[in-house]
């Protein structure tokens, strides 16, 4: 069979409403048309189709608009007040809805400046007390979400057809987070010791979401605020100081933790929203809310769940609040030494957390499928009265073993303690600047080795506790060697 191709390279503009005027998007167009026999052949050829058409490079406008000031005002450097103020518009949101007024507070007062506490306190070099309150925007939700968008499909015919997209919501606005931070700052020993506390209270509201909806509207989500109410607090804890300071060593440390809380404090409707059996009120909005495992059952071989209702069969109701996924803790600590021309340091990363297991990642693996299998399952379920973590594995998808499986990713066996503590960066050094005679005005010249991700301490199963997937590449280990100068 003889095949002809002919093609043309051109330009189109395709008109778009966009904020209530007609924007034209240029696109290059590349059309490729083919004519030939009749053979089952060009099945195995992009020229098998009678027209292909290929457009792209299309564009959008985004504008955004602020006004804002600053007034600070420090009295003997001892109260700082700060006022800000400002009033921004996005084009991201609907007539109407595009601006909105933000703004903070913040004072301080510098407590050792103040005579009766140096009186009091000769130790402390530095103090102070600090407290905001403010109000912050987002916008962050692309370009045209409050329009009916359409976008383009398979060409039928020879002809591109469109397809909608989203939505027509011309209400949502700007989401909002009202900010509550005070802290407490302390320097000792001329500050060679230095301490701060903070505890911050945030709330919330007006989350832009894609609000899900039922599947027979046509459409999964539509962009909307949704009316709901987060709390976030908790307590941040920081620490520098100098161990030792002299002109050939010096030993610096340092170290930082936070301890997050998150609360969902208020969803009216919740109950008939579509997130009736995602959130609880008085609970983190990332629930663990799953059925409880009650492990595998010895005689059947299949994984089995409390069934709280006792209706026979596992839905909604069943679910029970088992936890949430926040971080309990995280922080790092640091250290930095100099001896002589060598420097090194350390730094080291560590978070208390719940996450997701090596089941949620297998429970739809099953044997045959293109995944591999951790040598955990190696201790799963085979034989009547069997004891096992693991249930048995099943070929069929209309076994009880199967179904179980599928539970099993809704459930708390979903889900292990992901805690770590890990090696995140290391560096030596040595500095040979001193080596070389002034007249070649070498400012520095040095060798160092940098080691990233060097070991994680953990008792998580399933890849890596940050990662929490064996899907893709946990952080990599990275030894690098190199030399530094400066001239």
Do not use: C
Request: aromatic share 14%; net charge positive; charged share 15%.
């Amino acid at each position: 069979p003889q095949l002809d191709y002919s093609a043309k390279f051109g330009k189109s503009k395709v008109s778009t409403l966009v904020g209530g005027s007609y924007q034209y998007i240029e696109q290059n167009v590349l059309t490729i048309t083919s004519s030939g026999y009749s053979n089952d052949s060009f099945i195995n050829s992009l020229s098998a189709a009678t027209t292909i058409n290929s457009r792209g490079n299309a564009s959008s406008q985004y504008k955004y608009a602020a006004l804002y000031g600053r007034i600070n005002y420090n009295y003997d450097n001892r109260y700082i007040v700060n006022f800000s103020g400002r009033r921004d518009g996005s084009s991201r949101f609907g007539p109407n809805r595009q601006y909105s007024n933000f703004g903070a507070v913040g004072l301080a007062w510098v407590f050792t400046n103040e005579k009766f506490v140096k009186d009091a306190l000769p130790f402390l070099s530095s103090g102070k007390l600090r407290g905001s309150y403010g109000v912050t925007g987002n916008d962050q939700i692309g370009n045209y979400q409050f329009l009916d968008t359409y976008q383009t499909t398979n060409p039928y015919q020879g002809s591109a057809a469109l397809v909608p997209r989203a939505l027509f919501n011309p209400d949502f606005t700007w989401e909002k987070n009202k900010k509550t931070e005070a802290g407490l700052e302390l320097g000792f020993l001329n500050d060679r010791l230095n301490l701060s506390v903070a505890y911050y209270h945030n709330i919330s509201g007006n989350q832009l979401v894609s609000y899900k909806l039922p599947s027979q509207t046509g459409f999964v989500s539509v962009v909307k605020n949704l009316d709901a109410t987060i709390r976030n607090s908790g307590f941040e804890f920081n620490g520098q100081g100098t161990l030792i300071s002299s002109q050939k060593v010096n030993w610096k440390m340092n170290f930082s933790l936070t301890v997050p809380r998150t609360k969902l404090t208020a969803f009216p409707g919740l109950a008939e929203s579509s997130y009736a059996s995602f959130y609880v009120i008085g609970q983190s909005p990332n629930l663990i809310y799953a059925y409880r495992s009650s492990g595998v059952d010895p005689a059947t071989g299949a994984y089995a769940f409390e069934d709280v209702d006792k209706n026979g069969f596992y839905d909604n109701n069943d679910y029970q609040v088992n936890g949430n996924l926040d971080p309990k803790y995280f922080g790092g600590i640091g250290t930095s030494l100099s001896l002589g021309n060598f420097d090194l340091n350390v730094f080291l990363s560590f978070r208390k957390q719940m996450g997701s297991s090596y089941l949620a990642q297998a429970a739809f693996s099953t044997p045959g499928s293109f995944a591999n299998q951790s040598t955990i399952v190696l201790d799963r379920w085979q034989n009547t009265g069997n004891s096992s973590p693991i249930q048995r594995f099943t070929a069929s998808t209309s076994s009880d073993a199967y179904g179980a499986a599928i539970n099993s990713y809704n459930s708390v066996l979903a889900y292990t303690d992901a805690s770590f503590l890990r090696m995140k960066n290391i560096s030596l050094g040595y500095d040979l600047t001193s080596l070389f005679p002034a007249k070649l005005n070498i400012k520095k010249l040095r060798l160092f080795v940098l080691g990233e991700n060097l070991f994680t301490i953990t008792g998580y199963k399933g890849g890596d506790p940050e990662t929490q997937t064996l899907l893709t590449l946990p952080p990599l280990r990275t030894i690098t060697a190199g030399i530094q100068i400066n001239l």
